[in-house]
């Protein structure tokens, strides 16, 4: 039995698995840190900043809504955001203590306002 040397490695599916994690990584990986309101944001692994003149939406610990640093009522938020333009972006910077449905409820608003350029700002994990 004449077997030859172990000489090459393919390494095309390793580049194409790299590739893949490359792809997955800058996709989700759209958060921003930034703000004025105190609020314990949530930790995520990595943060890149994308101020593009973004309204910002902040949920305080309490449940408390702001929107551009002024305190609204999820009724009200409806109206401060109607007559924006559809392609405004918004920055959803809540607080790691509040409940999940009162996220979904500002989330559900701008879905239903058909606004698409949302994004939810962290803070970089230590």
Do not use: C
Not at 33 to 59: C, F, H, M, W, Y
């Amino acid at each position: 039995m004449d077997e030859k040397p172990f000489e090459t490695m393919n390494v095309i599916p390793f580049v194409d698995i790299m590739l893949v994690l490359l792809t997955i990584v800058l996709t989700t990986s759209s958060f921003i840190a930034s703000g004025r309101i105190p609020v314990n944001l949530p930790q995520a692994s990595k943060s890149a900043a994308e101020t593009d003149k973004a309204a910002i939406i902040e949920l305080g610990a309490a449940g408390t809504i702001y929107f551009n640093s002024k305190q609204v009522t999820l009724e009200s938020l409806r109206g401060e955001l109607a007559p924006l333009g559809k392609d405004t972006g918004f920055i959803i910077r809540a607080d790691r203590e509040i409940t999940l449905q009162h996220f979904i409820d500002v989330a559900d608003l701008l879905k239903q306002l058909s606004f698409k350029k949302v994004a939810v700002q962290t803070k970089n994990r230590t």
